[in-house]
């Protein structure tokens, strides 16, 4: 997929909807762009949407679209067209020389143009025990964790008053007993529509002007102390779960000192609202330097421009290789596999991916393999980052290994009594005894040598 001998046409960086457009772009200019999706840092594969629930002034979808089926179109679509895609972080970029240099995964790779759309990331408030309660009662991802069992009719909080902290307070009524929405300000920062659907919902209390000074809680958070912004007074909650909306930092760090940022981080255009930088062959599009619109939308739009910037400024600099197509027309996308919970039907013991209760029971009795179990939440992003990647090692194990995928929504019971507070959550079961366990998404690799310890543990033990 990537050779490190060729120089690439272009290489975009950063997988959301700027990145994806980009791609698809450049891929229909016959230049074989490579897209390096990005992995850990700054978020995850798929950006923001991967994190939210329903798009719904996304144009083309009259009912609306949930993000991580978005991005999954986005992607399918830019691949289609002949885009690359480097499933790692980009974790060095210099562009002091032409042509520029790109350290992904353990190699350098060069690259004519350079696309930069690796968008922005939630901030943390750095509360004094926040570590404590990390993924034990607070959590930057409502659309992940709101299902978990140990939310399930409790009280909740959610801190912002943006558009993200106004859908999650919402979502979460579907889940919680009660959701406290805690604002800084007097006012809203969200979108008309969403703040009056957040203040028009009788199980959402809005708390405005305080701030969380405390946590409080054993093992699971507990309580969150406020303090009004104005009066200093102070009142405390009891809530169990804590969710953080309160905005994001632009993904900058691979261009600081080489690119000029502004106070914030943000990257900085050659010209406002053009896609070129101050350095000739980089370009950037969506989040990363957008400050003011940060839409879905928007973050496209600019991910088409920066391509076709790109593909001009290639074709004048007279660097562009173009690749020729076998044929005009792609191959279609694969349409989307649904898989439904297996039954005494369907159920195989040697299928290597099923779904639901019953086929969790029968492997975990009756499988001497060792079992993997991942506990997912519709509409949750990470999950379908994970996912892919869990399928695609367990099919390279050939049969040594099978895999059970638990719906925590429609099925909590099976989420409480294993003990799982969020989703993705991962566990490797060897004769019916627990090995392993992780939460949320690891790569490729990290995931075989986990897998692989186990197999090896089971053999030394058998
Ligand atoms: P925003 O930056 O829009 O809002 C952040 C909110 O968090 C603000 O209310 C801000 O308060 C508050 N805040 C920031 N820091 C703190 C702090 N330290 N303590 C307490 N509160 C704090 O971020 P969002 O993530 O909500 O939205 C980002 C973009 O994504 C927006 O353009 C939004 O429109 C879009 N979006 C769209 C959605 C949709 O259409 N479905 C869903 C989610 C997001 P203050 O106002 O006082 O600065």
């Keep these: 997929m990537v050779s490190p001998a060729t120089t690439e046409n272009l290489v ?29 840092e700054g978020g995850i594969p798929g950006g923001q949407l991967m994190t939210t629930t329903h798009v719904e002034n996304f ?38 020389r032409r042509p520029f ?73 579907k889940y919680g007993s009660h959701v406290h929405l805690i604002v800084r300000s007097n006012r ?22 305080h701030e969380v000074e405390a946590l409080q809680g054993d093992d699971w958070l507990a309580a969150i102390q406020l303090r009004h912004r104005l009066d200093g007074a102070t009142k405390r909650l009891s809530v169990r779960g804590l969710f953080y909306a309160i905005g ?3 993904n900058t760090g691979l261009v600081q000192g080489q690119l000029p940022l502004d106070e914030d981080g943000y990257l900085l255009p050659q010209q406002p609202g053009h896609p070129e930088t101050v350095v000739p062959g980089v370009f950037w599009a969506g989040d990363v330097a957008d400050r003011r619109w940060r839409q879905a939308v928007t973050a496209a739009a600019t991910g088409c421009q920066a391509a076709l910037a790109a593909e001009g400024w290639l074709t004048e600099e007279n660097l562009a290789v173009p690749v020729s197509r076998k044929t005009a ?33 029968r492997l975990y009795h009756d499988s001497l393999d060792p079992l993997v179990v991942v506990y997912t939440a519709p509409g949750c992003g990470p999950c379908h980052v994970l996912k892919p ?24 019971a099976i989420a409480r009594q294993a003990g799982v507070s969020g989703t993705p959550t991962t566990q490797v079961f060897y004769r019916k005894e627990l090995r392993h366990q992780w939460r949320g998404v690891k790569q490729r690799r990290m995931i075989r040598a986990e897998l692989e310890k186990a197999l090896s543990a089971g053999n030394q033990g058998q």
């Excluded at 950063?14 to 990005?38: H, K, V």
């Excluded at 990647?389 to 909590?412: F, M, T, W, Y």
């Design 12 to 40: 975009v960086i950063g997988s959301g909807p700027a990145g994806y457009t980009a791609a698809l772009y450049a891929a229909r200019a016959n230049l074989a762009p490579l897209l390096i999706t990005g992995f850990q």
């Design 59 to 96: 144009p083309g979808f009259p009912q609306g679209i949930l993000g991580p089926e978005l991005m999954d179109r986005m992607k399918a679509q830019a691949v289609r067209w002949g885009a690359r895609l480097l499933e790692a972080d980009a974790e060095g970029l210099d562009l002091s």
């Design 101 to 173: 240099t790109i350290q992904a995964q353990g190699q350098a790779l060069q690259a004519h143009a350079v696309i930069l759309a690796t968008g922005a990331r939630a901030n943390r408030l750095h509360l004094p025990e926040e570590e404590r309660f990390w993924s034990r009662g607070i959590s930057a991802c409502a659309v992940c964790d709101g299902a978990t069992p140990q939310f399930r009719d409790e009280p909740l909080a959610v801190i912002g008053g943006g558009d993200s902290a106004c859908e999650e307070a919402h979502a979460l009524t």
């Design 188 to 209: 809203f920062r969200a979108s008309k529509a969403m703040a009056d659907r957040v203040a028009a919902n009788d199980h959402v209390t809005i708390h405005w002007e």
């Design 248 to 250: 994001h930092t632009p």
């Design 329 to 361: 027309e792609p191959e279609p996308a694969p349409p989307p596999q649904p898989v439904s919970p297996a039954t005494e039907e369907t159920y195989s013991p040697t299928a290597l991916w099923q779904q639901g209760s019953y086929a969790l029971r």
């Design 389 to 412: 990647q869990l399928k695609r090692v367990v099919a390279e194990l050939s049969g040594r290994v099978h895999a059970v995928e638990i719906n925590i929504e429609a099925e909590p």
